[in-house]
């Protein structure tokens, strides 16, 4: 035990020396969660876009003065002529063009019908989608208030309730994501590396020819990455609350229970890498190329899982990070106790006791 | 010249020489870009809906069908009470619920308006948005046929004024997401493997100390730099090919601009990233810290970078802080000139701005590099 204790000591050593790396190690998590809570969101603000105003009348401006009003829009530039147009998009200052069509107003007053065209550079569709729908559901206030005197029977009209989430902010969907990438990441990648770093430079060769066990010199290896991934995790978790207004509905100490067990989960994982890598390159290589994309695009982190394929919703099964992120979120958001998540965590468990099966199969306790 | 020559060639023979690494440098890339293209979108479809219904007419019924026929919803399950139907929501098994009213019918005829009550999980917000405006768009045209049911076929109402909106969407009529993602998941593989690889390269040798072996050789500096750097400029050019290839023959993506200038962006972009390597190999003492380094930089780059979110939509300061950010122009670039077929003339600050990251970058690299400990 005392061996094991010295051990221990050892790789905390080698962690709190390199300056360089603990700095990365407690700086990411604040530079990620401030970055998704405050500069990336889906949502559009002052898109550029441009008027083609044929009718140049009282109506079209009024339409115009509306737009500019909402702080989705600012118009850059006015646009001589229909050719022009695909111009400016291949420049990139705009994003969409609006053209009204000849006597406006006329036909509004006459045929009860105008029209509004939508030129949109659709080369990123969800912003071209989301444009068109604002300022469709602008035209539709400002038709609104035109017909406020006639009446119309039969009127269904929808009430609706968001629920977990009623003013729609981004950050609680990031979150979740970017906690979950955090230790998975820290973990699987720090413990790989740590581990074949010692292969590379054959130390690792000492360690094994000393007294202590071999599953010990693997165990001694985690422990001071669950402390760091601990911290971390917390670290978030306060700034989700503090900063970003998160709630915290559920439990704290069965928040902190799935925490831990996500990031053992984690760390096997770093285990297994670890036993499949000869040197520090292939281990990160690994951990970042093969976890990090599919973790931050198959978990649902960003991308919603049910809008995917069949076959990636069946990959993103085994995605340890999808069913944490469902954890988490049920337990900051909806509030709810392991009654509702006994599933996921029983698929986590399930998990991490693979892993380090497979570890221990693979471990070798002679190097070639 | 012929010095170069033999490091490139040296350093070739370990790339090849490595099993471990040569399928994680070619396969995995080409992998990531076939699978994640198909995971990227925005797009809501198959939405869990579930419904409680309190009025059992065959008008709800008819309201459940206009639900059940649209390709986005899921209609799953009819739970008797609104409280079971929020624990299943609790439970993540449904994320809309419509709750039809009791006398949902009668009070339409009746009181010539009634409620309608939904409820949405809003956790994902811009989800949340996009379903609110499937749901009101199925409501009101269900309205409008409803309307015209009830309507005595005499009487006429007054017609309202109509503005409407006809939108049409250029470069990409469908809305393809693919289209959109697949030159920025290119990107993203370049910029990675690129980085990394020079960011480690060095360090390894640095590390295992036979980087203190080359210094006691008659190889000038900038011999060695070019060398070393050479190799990866070649591969980040071969995995911008492959991808092409791929984005091509698989995806069907459009191609419209011209092919020679994406490589001559990119062989400038490719200078920028590995002087950002050579620079990250310099301070460092050990491959677990450039990597850590290259790793925290290029996760910013790329958030920032507009790749998944528009940077329009961010605030200033964090749109300043883009203005530095290489991976943000070379995403643009492909987009633009993939996409769009946007000329030299439209990407002209686009190439200045690149050329000028890559000198200040390969100076401060070359600078700081030391043969001697």
Not at chain 1, 53 to 58: I, L, P, Q
Not at chain 2, 36 to 63: H, P, Q
């Amino acid at each position: 035990m005392k061996r094991f204790r010295g051990f221990i000591k050892k790789e905390f050593f080698h962690i709190y020396r390199d300056k360089r790396s603990l700095f990365i190690l407690f700086g990411m998590p604040i530079v990620q969660i401030m970055l998704f809570g405050f500069a990336i969101t889906n949502e559009i603000n002052n898109v550029n876009i441009a008027i083609l105003d044929h009718s140049k009348d009282a109506t079209t401006q009024e339409i115009i003065t509306k737009i500019e009003a909402s702080n989705y829009f600012s118009i850059q530039e006015s646009i001589p002529n229909e050719a022009a147009i695909e111009n400016s998009f291949k420049k990139g200052i705009i994003k969409a063009v609006l053209i009204f069509e000849n006597d406006f107003s006329k036909k509004l007053g006459k045929d009860n019908n105008a029209t509004v065209q939508i030129i949109a550079d659709a080369t990123d569709p969800n912003t071209a989608n989301t444009i068109s729908n604002y300022i469709n559901a602008i035209l539709k206030n400002y038709q609104h208030e035109l017909n406020k005197a006639v009446k119309i029977p039969y009127q269904i009209i929808p009430k609706t309730r968001m629920v977990f989430n009623p003013e729609l902010k981004g950050v609680f969907m990031f979150v979740p994501g970017v906690m979950t990438i955090i230790l998975m990441l820290v973990s699987a990648m720090m413990t790989s590396i740590s581990i074949t770093r010692e292969k590379e430079l054959g130390t690792m060769e000492v360690l094994l020819v000393s007294p202590l066990k071999p599953i010990l010199v693997i165990v001694g290896k985690v422990v001071p990455y669950i402390f760091l991934s601990i911290i971390n995790a917390t670290i978030i978790i306060l700034l989700s609350i503090f900063v970003f207004k998160m709630p915290l509905q559920g439990s704290l100490f069965l928040l902190a229970l799935e925490s831990v067990l996500f990031i053992i989960t984690s760390l096997s994982l770093g285990i297994l890498i670890s036993t499949i890598a000869n040197s520090q390159q292939t281990a990160m290589m690994i951990s970042l190329m093969a976890l990090m994309l599919p973790t931050i695009l198959l978990s649902g982190f960003i991308f919603p899982i049910t809008s995917m394929p069949t076959i990636l919703q069946v990959i993103s099964n085994v995605i340890p990070a999808k069913w944490f992120i469902i954890i988490l979120k049920g337990i900051m958001l909806k509030g709810v106790g392991i009654s509702f998540v006994w599933k996921e965590t029983i698929i986590l468990i399930g998990m991490t006791l693979f892993f380090i099966a497979l570890s221990v199969k693979k471990y070798k306790i002679r190097l070639e | 010249m012929k010095i170069i020559g033999y490091i490139v060639q040296k350093e070739f023979k370990q790339i090849f020489r490595n099993k471990e690494m040569l399928p994680i440098i070619f396969i995995m890339p080409i992998i990531q870009l076939i699978i994640l293209s198909n995971a990227a979108t925005f797009e809501i479809l198959n939405i869990k809906f579930s419904y409680v219904d309190n009025d059992k007419t065959s008008f709800s019924r008819s309201l459940i069908d206009t639900f059940d026929a649209s390709t986005y919803f899921n209609v799953q399950n009819e739970y008797p009470s609104n409280k079971i139907a929020s624990a299943a929501m609790l439970k993540g098994e449904v994320d809309v619920i419509l709750e039809i009213p009791q006398h949902f019918e009668r009070s339409l005829i009746k009181e010539q308006q009634t409620d309608l009550a939904v409820i949405i999980n809003a956790i994902n917000g811009a989800a949340a948005g996009v379903e609110n405006g499937y749901i009101n768009q199925i409501i009101k045209n269900f309205n409008t046929n409803a309307r015209a049911k009830f309507m005595n076929q005499n009487a006429s109402i007054e017609r309202p004024k109509t503005i409407e909106a006809s939108p049409s969407f250029w470069f990409n009529k469908t809305l393809n997401y693919k289209t959109f993602m697949i030159p920025g998941i290119l990107v993203l593989l370049v910029t990675m493997i690129t980085l990394f690889l020079s960011g480690m390269n060095i360090v390894r040798e640095k590390e295992i100390g036979t980087l203190e072996q080359i210094n006691v050789t008659p190889i000038k500096k900038h011999q060695f730099i070019v060398g070393k750097l050479l190799p990866f400029w070649i591969l980040g050019l071969a995995l911008l090919s492959i991808g092409l290839v791929i984005a091509k023959l698989l995806f069907n993506i459009p191609i419209i601009g011209n092919l020679g200038l994406m490589y001559f962006y990119t062989s400038i972009y490719i200078l920028v990233v590995l002087g950002i390597g050579l620079f990250i190999s310099n301070f460092t003492e050990t491959q677990q810290q450039a990597m850590f380094i290259s790793w925290f930089f290029t996760v910013i780059f790329i958030l920032m970078s507009g790749l998944f979110t528009p940077i329009e939509s961010m605030p200033r300061w964090a749109q300043y802080i883009n203005e530095f950010n290489p991976i943000r122009y070379f995403v643009e670039v492909m987009r633009m000139v993939m996409l769009k077929g946007s000329s030299l003339a439209d990407i002209t600050s686009h190439i200045v701005k690149t050329i000028i990251f890559a000198i200040v970058m390969n100076v401060l690299a070359v600078i700081s590099y030391k043969k001697v400990t």
